[in-house]
DNA sequence: TAGGATTTAATTGTCGACAATTAAGTCCTA
DNA sequence: TAGGACTTAATTGTCGACAATTAAATCCTA
């Protein structure tokens, strides 16, 4: 099992409350697209949707704010994101600067077993039937799994929080709105196994610079596919 | 007047809501240790001393924890943030991987317009009696001021609103509890301007190296003064 | 007296209703 | 018919009360 639905919360306890709950509905349906991108988000509606009152809603919705995926305006109400090409590449310099230094500080805070668990994870993974067969399930899962696991041995509070906590709700939701699964995974695979090695070396000045450019690589392959699309269209 | 008031509210909009107000002031009494860190919040005492519903306070206290200025847990309640050490540098290393990044993001988006601006701010700080006199308005306001016109300068709204609605009002917060009024002003703002050089020739690259090791310095700085009490209390 | 179970008090979570603001629809006028 | 003022409807913000959970105090027992 991936470790990506112990961190939908960032504060890892379980959801006990009912806004709790609610929240992590409507972060899962806003992710995979059955919240539509832009929309506006009426309160009353969805209250008589998950049968709770509009306080309990409202809560939830302030959790969904923390995490960037609706915005709300005063006497106005709350829309959920759009994606945008541009708001996906801000997210992605963000990224690179926060994931570059979290890859730096796991180098020198990871401890030895943790760093073994995570070599062992990239073995799964080379053996795994799933990226010999196809390349979908590496891309989505396993990449994530990966940089999860860097970004807590980073043992920085405000990293995990802003990372997990936050911008990855949002990079989930530009991957799956965006339908990303694109032919990059045995290259990642190899950029992810240079990363590990640097990191077992405790040579963080060198981790920063391979996460960095994994990540600049990932967003590269984003923009182009990007201008592929628009030419094709404008060729159609 | 300093740019500084006008992002206490991330969206730039007024405080129309009395929630918003509450918040506001909460926000400052909290940064200035009026609300001690680390102490508990009682959520009937605080609106009574408000003069509000505890609705309300509670949205309040939902914008407060957006800034990681307060941590809630479920059934159990609010506490402010406690300033450690550790927290400390956290916030440093955050610091120094985000605003390098928006520093070299600044040196490719600002208009010529906003680098004009800048400058001239840096060449009335250098005139200002307040540098000549004394350290401190430099090392407070005009140090604050810079970096906020940076960050803005970077464009990136995902970099804006991590750096001044969040991390910001945590480094304002620590300056002013743990009293920093370092005799780095002079230094300080002879990076400054170097940093703005950079920016002005349109190298992000050394933009963002330059601001790097700013900031890291300043952490340094600070770990130097810490080590320094440290020793001077187990003397005594 | 110390430790633990039970009761009591206080705090947080949730609810429905009212007030204030905004958006939509209607009517009037040029 | 187009534009704007007015009226109406809907949505958001705020309030006080009740339910559920947690922390404190009390009592009992070994």
Redesign the pocket.
């Given at each position: 099992m991936s470790t990506i639905m112990a961190l939908d919360n960032p504060t890892l306890q379980k959801a006990?409350?009912?806004?709790?709950k609610v929240f992590d509905a409507m972060l899962h349906a806003i992710v995979d697209g059955k919240i539509a991108a832009g929309s506006?988000?009426?309160?009353?509606?969805l209250a008589k949707q998950y049968?709770?009152?509009?306080?309990?809603l409202?809560?939830a919705l302030n959790r969904l704010e923390k995490c960037h995926l609706i915005e709300?305006?005063?006497?106005?109400?709350?829309r959920v994101v759009d994606c945008t090409i541009e708001g996906l590449l801000e997210i992605y310099v963000v990224r690179e600067a926060l994931e570059g230094m979290a890859c730096r500080e796991a180098a020198n805070n990871m401890s030895d077993e943790e760093i073994a668990e995570m070599q062992a994870m990239l073995a799964q993974h080379a053996n795994s039937q799933a990226l010999k067969d196809g390349v979908s399930y590496y891309q989505e899962e396993g990449d994530l799994d990966f940089h999860y696991k860097v970004i807590l041995g980073s043992h920085n509070q405000q990293l995990i929080n802003i990372l997990c906590g936050q911008l990855y709700h949002l990079v989930r939701m530009y991957r799956i709105q965006f339908g990303m699964h694109s032919p990059r995974a045995t290259r990642a695979f190899q950029e992810h196994s240079n990363i590990i090695q640097a990191i077992c070396d405790r040579d963080g000045e060198l981790a920063e610079i391979l996460m960095r450019r994994h990540i600049a690589a990932s967003r590269k392959n984003i923009e182009n596919k990007i201008a592929q699309q628009n030419s094709s269209q404008n060729k159609a």
């Open positions: 006990v409350t009912t806004a709790d506006k988000i009426s309160e009353p509606e049968e709770i009152s509009r306080s309990t409202r809560e709300r305006k005063a006497n106005v109400g709350s």
